[in-house]
């Protein structure tokens, strides 16, 4: 299933949200002072139809699902939001190779990152944590969001140096 997902998702023109999407919201959501509902609010009226707005709603509430039970598949709400990014957006090495691939991808995992978080914010509405009432979320996202800052920044700790080999051959 993932898989069919991974093939529809990485022929959708753009990517699932599309960068122009992406743009549209970060600007909704300045203006906004980053309110908590900014992404229900602007990603419908920065998408360009019904259908894509609920394809990004559908791909966001797939990725909560997964990051939901992160302890046990190993796929955290950081994790996996950021390697969503090679969906979310469509991707270009501006003809500088490996390097020029690896600055998309982190400028897309970024962004789908803001997305997600700004997605679980809007779930999570703003109760006081003391009442009881039914929860929007589950807990282990409501923990994750909780310990996350917003807009999240690059995870320093998840990143380290790693030697890259460059062959040059003459024949493939």
Known sequence: MCSVLKWCWSRLPGGVVTWPVYEAFKIGEKESNQARHAFETFIPIAAESPARKNIVVDFFDLLAAVAAHGKTNG??????????????????????????????????????????????????????????????????????????????????????????????????
């Open 75 to 172: 796929m955290g709400g950081r994790k996996v939001s950021r390697l969503a990014g090679w969906w979310a957006f469509d991707h270009s090495d501006d003809g500088k190779g490996f390097e020029g691939g690896y600055k998309s991808w982190i400028a897309a995992a970024d962004a789908t990152s803001h997305l997600f978080f700004a997605y679980l914010r809007s779930l999570s509405g703003e109760t006081d944590p003391s009442l009881t009432v039914i929860e929007r979320i589950p807990r282990s996202l409501q923990a994750l969001l909780a310990q996350t800052e917003y807009p999240p920044e690059t995870p320093t700790l998840l990143q380290r140096t790693t030697p890259r080999v460059l062959m040059l051959v003459d024949i493939v």
